[in-house]
């Protein structure tokens, strides 16, 4: 698979992944993939592996720094 094709698969991911949590609505596929396209390029940028359970990454909290308190 090239790097386009890997890219859009997991965007069709997080976009699929995203229409199922908004209760399949008809009609909102661009809102949810240029959501999906957002997700994926702060994941790709910050290196965040998907959750298998949450592929969206839609109920993740952000990380803590080490050492905080």
Same mark, same amino acid.
């Given at each position: 698979? /090239? /790097?386009? !094709? *890997?890219? /859009?698969? =997991?965007i069709? +991911?997080?976009?699929?992944? &995203? %229409? @199922? +949590?908004d209760? /399949?609505?008809?009609g909102?596929?661009r =809102?949810h %993939?240029? #959501?999906? *396209? =957002? @997700? %994926? ?7 965040? &592996? !998907?959750d298998?359970d949450?592929p #969206?990454?839609?109920? +993740? *909290?952000?990380?803590q720094?080490?050492? #905080?308190?």
């Amino acid at each position: 698979m /090239q /790097q386009d !094709d *890997k890219t /859009q698969h =997991e965007i069709r +991911k997080i976009a699929y992944a &995203l %229409w @199922i +949590k908004d209760g /399949q609505p008809d009609g909102r596929d661009r =809102e949810h %993939w240029e #959501a999906a *396209k =957002e @997700i %994926w390029a702060f994941r790709s940028h910050n290196h965040v &592996l !998907d959750d298998a359970d949450d592929p #969206a990454g839609a109920t +993740k *909290k952000p990380r803590q720094a080490s050492g #905080a308190a």
